[in-house]
């Protein structure tokens, strides 16, 4: 008879742990199940109010950045527009085709800034990097020889994030942001110099992080055969791994605290070692959210799994009984 009690209670048990389990699984990727509080929000977070280099909405630019409909047979993932930054002057030639004709690949009308180390570079401190923060490894690495950004053009946000105790108490104690993105490249892999053009992210704590640990990460570079583009405007090469509104990259920023902090989001593309063959990142679909309380499915699966164990253990020994 309490066998038989024993039994009931635990297949109650175990039913009810199936239904967490399967839920928790279902939500494991929901942001919804906790909110942190956007002091500042996200302006224009999907690029659709135009976007003029010095006279932006949202975003703070510099160089040639704007808007643009559909680009070398890229269209938006958002309704209307998209942001797209170049390393490409509209007041000197980059980019000649097969016949030494000059093609245009700057967009705004706006040249990209100084990003040499050598001299006193705008682009570094517009972002609110160390002047060697461009200054990454040459792929392959070449000892004591970084990649040599001569200019570039980038944009940024700052994002004020407030973490409430209501927020730790459940868990919450990050965020992420998530984009589209998409590389468009004339230039690629030099015999002397690897790699070349690059663009990147830039994430950091605007008044915790120290200017020197403010790093870079690659989105993407050039690479392969160089090949001469054969018209304005049509890049060589495309990376379009993550431009699908079902796909985008997510970066997320863990460990904090109760209370409020400023997040910078830069992104940028950079020439490198000559000014000679143009690049491109586009941006689209950008979104920031909290980092949700994230529930083991491994752990879950253990958990029912032992009860059920347990489940055909008991009943086993009631059915002797």
Known sequence: MFLSFVYQ??????????????????????????????????????????IISN?????????????????????????????????????????????GNPLTFNQSGTDPVNADTSTSPDLQPFLGLSTNALSIDRNPVEAGNPRTSKEGSGIYQDIVIEITSDD?????????????????????????????????LALYDVNNDPLNSRTIEVLADSSGMITAPTASNNFVTTETTF????????RTVTGLSQGQYTYRVGFGVIDVDGPDRSSALLLDNFNVRAVPFKFSPGFSLILTTGFFGILYLVKSDAAKT
């Open 55 to 99: 006279d932006s909405i949202g975003w703070e630019t510099i160089g040639d950045v704007t808007t643009t409909s559909s680009f070398n047979g890229i269209s938006p993932t958002t309704p209307s527009s998209h942001l797209i930054l170049t390393n490409a002057y509209g007041s000197v030639v980059d980019d000649v085709d097969n016949s």
């Open 243 to 250: 431009y699908d509104a079902n796909n985008l990259a997510v």
């Open 9 to 50: 209670s635990l297949s109650s048990i175990a039913g009810l742990l199936s239904l967490v389990t399967l839920s928790n699984l279902v939500l494991i990727n929901s942001a919804a199940a906790f909110s942190v509080n956007f002091g500042s929000g996200v302006t224009n977070a999907n690029f659709d109010n135009s």
């Open 168 to 200: 730790v108490t459940n868990g919450t104690n990050g965020f992420e942001i998530s984009f589209n993105w998409a590389y468009l490249t004339n230039d690629g892999t030099s015999v002397f110099g690897g790699n070349q053009d690059f663009a990147f």
